[in-house]
């Protein structure tokens, strides 16, 4: 049985009653696996066994080493604890046409990446961290995932008081005490401490303070955190209640979910619990702003974004597919970007910290197109406009590796890398060598001297050939 804090233990046995035993006993059982497939790259499901709250998330026997699997970096799914993925029921009735979208507090990228699924084309996800190592592993995971209507930002929650009235949802996945994941990460146990968990609540109090100003009116606001400590939960979501006017949103959800109501203020809040769920701790609540203080948001009709011209986009056009995408010059690249969002984009440019925005397509160097890395894992990618050159498993971590290798290329210049049909990244071909595209700063440091072959991903992760 693991160590747990004894005033932990205290608080969860008063909280729980005649249930803490089951409690206890399910922090030594097994941690479950579960990754979300992206839809856009894939229709396969990898098996039946589905997470019950998330259309596109699947459990798995055991858990790969996502790091050794060239469909991980290729954006083809995300590995994501299950009870996370609840956030795809706050939208099943929420209007989806056009949202303006925040993930405050995003980094890695789970919610976000989750997002950018939920989220129709025409919709717009700003994906904010405040840490900025932090923020470049979000970037590079929403990039990998490939869905051009997504900013990265990194700011502080303070900062988007410049953007009043602006979001119609704001998602804040607070940083907190990490009590739901003692069973995952023993470590999280030794960082927990009373005055840690009362640290946290006042933190996450100042953070939706903050953030509150640039919701709309009727604009909607999830919270959620990975504890069961009320201070960090239901508190919060009530003393947003007496600090401004708001309305609970409610979920009809079947009892065979395990999941618990809760409220605060007469507000709804879901608990998870993993004696009761498939998955660890998780606490999630939603509230609509309501009143009049809200200031609303006008767009602009004209941008002052530096957009290609039409000799450049003749040139590229035919890299990228036929969506409404503008290209904004951007130092020595063209930025693909949703083009009924372009006064969106202006405003938080003028705004906010930007870490990346689009799809970078690439640079036009005497009249040749030099591809980005990010289009060949991209949704907008017209991958018919290239010559393709499949790999093996071995081959395909070599590329990632930045390793040499051998590999018989069709034809020359510019070829898209696939393994399993889904791209990895490009190759100039010239001649007796080619040129690895891919980033450096991204490239598997891990050994692959230990691994034996492709049955581990094959045996753990089924992807067939798309
Ligand atoms: N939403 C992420 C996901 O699904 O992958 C996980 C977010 S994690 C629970 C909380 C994040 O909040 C961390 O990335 C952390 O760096 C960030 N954070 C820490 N302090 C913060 C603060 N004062 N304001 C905003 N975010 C903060």
Redesign the pocket.
Known sequence: MIQLPESFENRMMKMLGSEYPAFRLSLSSEVSHSVRINRKKTKKIISNDSVIYCNSGFYLKQRPVYTLDPLFHSGVYYP?ESS?MFLEQYFRHTAKKNLRVL????????????LSSILPDDSLLVS????HS?ARI?SE?TKKWGNPNVVVTCN??SDFSRLAGFFDVI?V????S?EGLFRRDPAAINEWSDSNADHCAQ?QK??LA?VWPSLAENGLLIY???TYNPAENEENIGWLAQFAPIEGVNLEIPDDWGIRKTEANGLPCFRFYPQNVRGEGYFTSAVRKKGSEAVKWNAKSKTSLPLAGKAEQNLLSGFIQNKPLSLIRFEDNFLAWPTELLSELDQIKASLRIIHAGIKTGEIIRDTFMPAHELAVSTICNQTAFPQTELTLSQALSFLKRDEFKVDFREKGWNLMTYLGHPVGWAKNIGNRFNNGYPKEWRIRMSTSEYTGERLFEEAVKFPLA
């Open positions: 994501q996370s993930d405050l507090c995003a980094a890695p990228g789970g919610k976000s990446t989750h904010n961290e405040v840490i932090r979000l995971n502080d929650p998602v996945d607070a940083p907190c990490g933190r100042r953070i903050d959620s955190t990975c």
